[in-house]
C-alpha cells in the first residue's frame, strides 16, 4: 500500500517532469557546410573529417547538412551575410546562424573551431573540444 501511495505522489510526478524538460526546451542545432564541385578543400576535409564525423560527439550534437554554393537556399535557413569561400561551415541552431568556420585550415585546427562554435548555443557546455571529445 505504501508503495503505490509512493508511486503515485512522488515517483510518477518526478518521471513526468523529468520527460517534459529534457526535450521540450532542446534546440535544433546542424552544422551546415556549403561546398562546391572542384573545392580542393572541400575534398580535404571529406578525407580527413567527413568520413568519421557522424561518429563523434560533434556530429552527434551537430549533425552535417550539406549545401551547394550554387544551388538554391532551403526555406528553412537563416544566414548573415553571404557565403564566399568553400568549404564554409555554419552552425544552425533552429535553422538560424549561430556561427562560422570560413574555410577549412585542417583537421587540428577545426575540431577546436567548431567547439568553440557549439560551446557558444544554448545547449553548449564549458568543456575543451576536439575530436571525438
Known amino acids: 500500500m505504501f508503495a503505490g501511495y509512493l508511486w503515485k505522489t512522488i515517483v510518477f510526478p ?4 523529468a520527460a517534459f524538460s529534457t526535450g ?3 534546440a535544433e542545432t546542424q552544422l551546415l557546410m556549403v561546398e562546391q564541385a572542384g573545392c ?3 575534398a580535404a576535409w571529406n578525407r580527413e573529417v567527413g568520413a568519421i564525423y557522424d561518429k563523434t560527439d560533434e556530429g552527434k550534437r551537430a549533425p552535417l547538412r550539406r549545401q551547394d ?3 538554391d537556399w ?8 553571404q557565403v564566399h569561400f568553400t568549404p564554409t561551415f555554419i552552425l544552425l541552431v533552429d535553422g538560424r546562424e549561430a556561427g562560422r568556420i570560413e574555410g577549412y585550415p585542417g583537421e587540428h585546427f577545426f575540431w577546436p573551431l567548431l567547439a568553440q562554435l557549439l560551446n557558444r548555443t544554448p545547449s553548449g557546455t564549458d568543456k575543451k ?3 571525438g571529445s
Open 129 to 131: 573540444g576536439g575530436k
Open 14 to 17: 518526478l518521471l513526468l517532469i
Open 69 to 71: 554554393l550554387f544551388a
Open 24 to 26: 521540450a526546451a532542446r
Open 74 to 81: 532551403p526555406d528553412d535557413v537563416k544566414i548573415n551575410g
Open 40 to 42: 580542393e578543400w572541400c
